[in-house]
C-alpha cells in the first residue's frame, strides 16, 4: 500500500467489497485474519503521492516508493505473526435478488467490525512499543 507508514494500522477496505461479494453468491463463510508486523518491513515515501494515488485511481497501476532493509527493496527482518479469527457465516444470496447488495453491505460491515476486534484482541501481544494504545483503522470511502 502507498500509504502505509511504520506504526500506523490500516486496511483500505471500506469499499472493498469484492470479496464479500463472491462469499455471499456462493455462501461460503468469511474468515477475518491479520498478520502483526508487516506495516514494519518498510518504510514509504510520501514523494508525489497526489501524483502516484492520481496515476493508481486513473490508469489501476501502483507506483509505491518502499524502502526496507539497507535502503533496498529487501524487507526488514522484523517478526511476522498472522492471527485468524473465527469464520464469519454470510448467507448465500442468488446476485439477481434484490436484497444482494443489503446482504453483502451487512456481511461487509460483519467482516470489518471482526478484523478490528482481532486486531484489538492481539496488538498488546504483538506490538512493541504501546501496542495496547495502537488503534487499527478502517479506510476507504463506504461505496460499493
Same mark, same amino acid.
Given at each position: 500500500?502507498? &500509504?502505509? &507508514? &511504520?506504526?500506523? %494500522?490500516?486496511?483500505?477496505?471500506?469499499s472493498?467489497?469484492?470479496f464479500?461479494?463472491l462469499a455471499?453468491e456462493?455462501?461460503v /463463510?468469511?474468515?477475518?485474519s %491479520?498478520?502483526?508486523?508487516?506495516a514494519?518491513m518498510y518504510?514509504?515515501?510520501?514523494?508525489?503521492?497526489?501524483?502516484?494515488?492520481w496515476v493508481?485511481s486513473?490508469?489501476? !497501476?501502483?507506483?509505491?516508493l518502499?524502502?526496507g532493509?539497507w535502503?533496498?527493496?529487501?524487507?526488514?527482518k522484523?517478526?511476522l505473526?498472522?492471527?485468524?479469527?473465527? /469464520?464469519?457465516?454470510?448467507?448465500k444470496?442468488?446476485?439477481?435478488?434484490p436484497?444482494? $447488495?443489503?446482504?453483502?453491505d451487512?456481511?461487509?460491515? $460483519?467482516?470489518?467490525e471482526?478484523? !478490528?476486534?482481532?486486531?484489538?484482541?492481539?496488538?498488546?501481544? %504483538?506490538i512493541?512499543?504501546?501496542?495496547? $494504545?495502537?488503534?487499527f $483503522?478502517?479506510t476507504?470511502?463506504? &461505496?460499493?
Amino acid at each position: 500500500q502507498m &500509504r502505509s &507508514r &511504520r506504526g500506523r %494500522y490500516f486496511a483500505h477496505w471500506g469499499s472493498r467489497k469484492g470479496f464479500v461479494k463472491l462469499a455471499v453468491e456462493f455462501g461460503v /463463510p468469511v474468515i477475518p485474519s %491479520y498478520a502483526f508486523g508487516e506495516a514494519d518491513m518498510y518504510n514509504t515515501s510520501s514523494i508525489l503521492l497526489g501524483f502516484r494515488m492520481w496515476v493508481c485511481s486513473t490508469f489501476k !497501476v501502483a507506483l509505491p516508493l518502499a524502502f526496507g532493509r539497507w535502503g533496498t527493496p529487501l524487507p526488514r527482518k522484523v517478526p511476522l505473526v498472522a492471527v485468524v479469527g473465527e /469464520p464469519i457465516q454470510v448467507p448465500k444470496v442468488d446476485p439477481l435478488n434484490p436484497n444482494f $447488495e443489503s446482504a453483502v453491505d451487512k456481511a461487509h460491515a $460483519e467482516v470489518l467490525e471482526a478484523l !478490528v476486534k482481532l486486531f484489538d484482541k492481539h496488538k498488546a501481544k %504483538y506490538i512493541k512499543d504501546g501496542g495496547s $494504545e495502537a488503534a487499527f $483503522e478502517i479506510t476507504g470511502n463506504k &461505496r460499493s
